[in-house]
């Protein structure tokens, strides 16, 4: 919850979108990472891995996918690569919160 407040609040204050993408997958992760510091539940690592899924971009690669399908090759690729580069912004925020509190994998 904390993490999709702050996505709110950044795209709300019209923050760089990708920007907003990290900040918030860093704060999500953070806020599930005090799970893995004082070990509440059998599998605190889970409740980690999952705090980003709201900010994957399923919708959008379905739609690159559908475009090259059909026939719209530049906007395909334009949607597959914005995808992938959100899916990288993803992976910063995440690997910064496991950096930080010293989780060695999920």
């Known amino acids: 919850m904390l993490g999709f407040l702050a996505k709110q609040q950044l795209t ?3 923050y760089n979108p990708l920007g907003v993408i990290i900040l918030s997958a860093f704060t999500a992760s ?4 005090c799970a893995v510091l004082f070990q509440i539940g059998s599998t605190p690592q889970i409740a980690l891995a999952a705090s980003v899924l709201f900010l994957v971009p399923g919708v959008q690669m379905i739609n ?3 475009d090259l399908m059909h026939g719209h090759i530049l906007m395909g690729i334009s949607r597959g690569v914005h995808s992938i580069m959100m899916i990288v912004c993803i992976a910063i925020g995440l690997s910064a919160t496991m950096l930080i509190v ?3 994998s999920l």
């Open 64 to 66: 690159s996918i559908m």
């Open 30 to 33: 953070m806020a599930a990472a």
């Open 102 to 104: 010293g989780v060695n």
């Open 12 to 14: 709300r204050l019209k």
